[in-house]
Structure formats: C-alpha cells, structure tokens
C-alpha cells in the first residue's frame, strides 16, 4: 500500500484547504521544496502536489516551484491541478514529473482523456473529485450529475494509470476517509484507486489495508502530515505491514 504525502501549492508556498474552499487556507510552509525532500526522507515512495491556483485558472501557476521540487527528490511526482491541454501535460513532463492528473477535462472532454493515454501510456491518472456520489468540477466550484463509478469506467476504458478518488466533504477535516464510497469504487473497476481526503489516523490506514484486495492502492494524505496527528514513518511502518 502507497502513502503519498500531498503538497497543495498556492501562491508558492505549501498549504492545506479545508473541504477545498479557498477561504479557507493554512500555510504550512513557505519553503515546499524543502517539504518536499522532507516527505522523501521520511520514506515516501511518490509524492502528490497540486496546483492550487491552477485549478482555479485552468493554466500551470506554479509550475517553476513544481519544477524545482521533481528535480530536488529522487521518488516519482504527481501533479494535478488547471491542466486542461496537451501542451501542459508536455510541459511538466519535461520538468520532471513521472504522473499528470487529469480532473475537470477528463469528464467534460472525454476524447481528451483518450488521446493523451494513448499519447503518454502509464503516465495519466484521473482524479475524480465528488460530493454525494457526484462529480465536482472546475477546482470543487461545481457539483454535476455524473455518477462517480460511471465515470470512472470511462476513465479505465480509455486506459489511465489510477484513479484518485476525493471526498470533498472529508477533505482537511481529519475526520477519516469515505470507506464505504472508496471501497464501491475499487471493486468497480479493475484499476488502481487512491482514497484522498480525511486520511488523519492509523485507524484509517488500518481500515485501508482492508480495502487492498478490493483495488485500493494506497492514500493521498495532507493536513495529518501538518498538523502532527499522523506520523509518516510509522504510517508507511503500518501500510508496509
């Protein structure tokens, strides 16, 4: 089981969203790179970052800061957030990240999903972002009527890396994972899923372990890292157990 540490990137600096409101920001360092190697000598294994006011421009915003992290630690980068063409994905893969994360365009433009897993095999994961089993778009500022699983399904059929799976309500709530929501997914699809979102506790990565067999690969964590309630080493102790 994969634990990645996440480093949401606003304006610089590294912080953390409570249910993914904007108004609602703790800055946790202002130094993300050195957070970054922190993460990587604490045993992590791949490290998420998102681009926070990217998500909200739809445009790379921090992607000189996403550049500097990839090159300073060793382990594989993920990034998500306002990537929307093929030119950007282009363009954080030249900068040294191993996996882009596709989230709004993935749902309102399929056959952009399909073209760039075609184009860039093993290198694209969907996030999917949801409220109440529906998907949320445009950086959490928009709840549609697509059905989580059934988007998901398209997702694996056009052939992407892993999906992200993200309950908005439990996002920096410290208040555990959406086990029930997290585990229907995996065992729908046949393709790698990552809970983000309320991970705080060893008790949840217990009750992740549970979920391994089902599809769950791993988890996204963030605000628990921060805020001292879970401790990384003994987490990945834990998840490698």
């Not at 800061?65 to 994905?89: M, N, Y």
């Not at 056959?111 to 409220?131: K, N, Q, T």
């Not at 998907?135 to 009527?145: P, R, S």
């Not at 989580?148 to 398209?154: F, K, R």
Request: proline residues 3%.
């Amino acid at each position: 089981m994969l634990l990645i540490p996440a480093i949401d990137l606003k304006n610089g600096e590294c912080v953390r969203l409570r249910q993914g409101r904007m108004d609602d920001v703790t800055v946790f360092s202002n130094d993300p790179v050195a957070m970054a190697q922190r993460w990587a000598d604490e045993g992590a294994e791949r490290l998420h970052v998102v681009d926070l006011d990217g998500a909200m421009k739809g445009e790379p915003i921090n992607l000189k800061v996403v550049e500097a992290i990839a090159k300073a630690i060793s382990i594989p980068v993920q990034i998500g957030g306002g990537i929307r063409d093929e030119d950007t994905v282009q363009r954080y893969l030249d900068a040294g990240v191993e996996y882009v994360i596709i989230g709004t365009r993935a749902v309102n433009a399929p056959h952009f999903l399909h073209d760039l897993c075609l184009e860039y095999p093993r290198h694209i994961i969907v996030g999917l972002d949801a409220v109440d089993g529906r998907v949320a778009l445009n950086g959490w500022t928009k709840v549609t009527g697509h059905d989580v699983i059934e988007t998901a399904l398209h997702c694996e059929r056009d052939g992407v890396e892993a999906i992200i799976y993200t309950d908005i309500g439990r996002d920096g709530m410290m208040n555990g994972f959406n086990e029930d929501a997290t585990g229907n997914l995996a065992r729908a699809l046949k393709t790698p899923v990552f809970a983000s979102g309320g991970v705080s506790s060893l008790a949840d990565i217990e009750r992740l372990k549970t979920l391994e067999d089902d599809g769950v690969a791993g988890a996204i964590i963030g605000r628990a890292l921060y805020e001292g309630s879970l401790d990384f080493k003994a987490a990945v102790k834990l998840a490698k157990g």
